[in-house]
């Protein structure tokens, strides 16, 4: 919103938010990391998006004096066999220009986190940590300065054509499409973009288009250190990613408060907006369990999904996963922390749609609408580089 009010300064746009108060959700319950570029597969919209987004996030928070700390991070290999694995991702990290990247040894481990052991790391200095619950605010504050509009406590349930001219236009139909939200008000717009998350797939069958990708909601929760441990974490340090499994395995991530967290897993939430253990809603339970996807994804990773829900229930086997990294952290160092749901965009092939989806949809309202159906991560250390992609998408469909 905030770019397409400053490419368009003529053109009026309003924010529509369910909630009563901006970054509520998946932008307020992330690990705050503002990543490199490192993993993601050289070429794709993934990998330029995060070193063009995290080069403008360090930028943006210069210009708007918002702390960060570019505390870096290590990618740990604790065995033998994930040696390669870890060359193979510093060689893929230096196609994708990521700054700065070096591959060291046991003793620079130790150097640069004494509790941390290794057999080798790959060092990313300029890997860094924000509040992005401030930066999304300090976008929302650019948007209204320049014009915009926010209406917060608007959740959309309807979008349709107007019949008639409304009676704000005085040349026709120059606001045909009706958005109505669940207390019944309702907003005349020429064009919409929808950024839903976790609603995406739900907001695109309102107006009529497609249902895939569906949304699958994924909890990860995170432990924490105690304040008085926290001494034990310098930067980021995270484990050598199984290219076989989707998520990123549990890491350690310092925070800008202070703290330092540790996580996450990833299990089914049977809510989509479920951050809480025992948090269910029937309605998304069934969406989720009674799509074909879900199903083959499950089967593919029947071991791996076993282990994860056993962790979850047990921090001991939490715990283990951490002491690989640092010995000295015990059960008796952590307690149980927040939790984030990511929006995991899914196909019905049981495939996990790891790049960007754009789709509007035919006749009347869906040529008129444009759904960013999926940003995966690292969508907010790349957020200033995809809005500039989501603006130059609506130019076009548009027409702007």
Not at 276 to 297: N, R
Not at 344 to 373: E, P
């Amino acid at each position: 919103a905030r770019e397409l009010v400053r490419r368009h300064p003529s053109l009026a746009f309003a924010v529509l938010e369910k909630e009563q108060e901006l970054a509520h959700h998946q932008s307020g319950h992330n690990s705050g990391v503002i990543h490199s570029g490192i993993y993601y597969k050289p070429g794709s919209l993934k990998a330029k998006l995060c070193v063009q987004g995290a080069a403008l996030c360090y930028e943006y928070c210069d210009q708007k004096r918002i702390p960060y700390k570019q505390c870096g991070k290590l990618i740990v290999a604790v065995e033998q066999d994930e040696i390669p694995r870890l060359k193979a991702l510093y060689e893929r990290g230096l196609q994708n220009n990521v700054r700065g990247l070096k591959l060291i040894g046991a003793k620079e481990i130790q150097a640069k986190e004494p509790f941390c052991r290794g057999l080798m790391a790959l060092d990313s200095p300029y890997t860094g940590i924000v509040n992005y619950k401030q930066v999304a605010q300090s976008y929302a504050e650019d948007f209204q300065e320049a014009g915009g509009t926010i209406l917060t406590d608007f959740e959309v349930t309807n979008m349709e054509m107007a019949k008639e001219s409304s009676s704000e236009s005085e040349d026709g139909l120059k606001y045909p499409v009706i958005v109505r939200n669940s207390k019944g008000q309702q907003i005349y717009c020429r064009h919409i973009v929808t950024c839903a998350g976790l609603y995406s797939d739900r907001l695109s069958e309102i107006s009529g288009c497609s249902p895939e990708p569906r949304i699958v909601p994924f909890r990860g929760d995170y432990l924490v250190l105690k304040p008085e441990k926290c001494y034990m974490v310098k930067g980021n340090i995270y484990p050598v990613p199984n290219p076989h499994f989707p998520f990123l395995g549990f890491h350690f991530t310092p925070r800008m408060d202070g703290s330092v967290w540790l996580g996450p897993n990833a299990v089914l939430a049977f809510k989509r907006e479920g951050y809480k253990l025992f948090d269910f809603s029937t309605g998304d339970f069934l969406d989720a369990v009674m799509y074909s996807g879900l199903w083959k994804l499950v089967l593919r990773n029947l071991s791996y999904g076993l282990s994860e829900m056993y962790r979850a229930c047990f921090l001991s086997a939490q715990v283990k996963q951490l002491q690989k990294f640092i010995p000295e952290v015990t059960i008796n160092d952590v307690l149980r922390g927040p939790s984030g749901v990511r929006a995991q965009a899914l196909d019905s092939d049981g495939n996990l749609v790891d790049d960007f989806v754009f789709d509007g949809g035919s006749g009347d309202i869906g040529s008129r609408i444009l759904h960013v159906r999926n940003a995966p991560s690292p969508a907010a250390t790349s957020s200033l580089a995809i809005a500039k992609m989501i603006a130059d998408e609506a130019k076009q469909r548009f027409e702007l």
